[in-house]
């Protein structure tokens, strides 16, 4: 369950960064606050869920 629950919160964490820095167009300080994690911390998340965004998605973007 404990695994299940980290998996979840990551990426909720990557949803909730990828929404605010695109749709929101707030900056990787605005959003820290907001998450209240260091600044650092939310690039790491960033890097992470764009990753995962490609991994997932970036098939129909090489297609066009």
Known sequence: VAPFRALCHEIKNDYEVLSLRYIG??????????MNYSRR??????????KN?????GYLYKMS
């Open 41 to 50: 911390q939310i690039t790491r998340i960033h890097q992470k869920a764009i």
């Open 53 to 57: 965004f490609e991994k997932k998605y």
């Open 25 to 34: 167009c707030m900056g990787f300080e605005e959003i820290s606050k907001r």
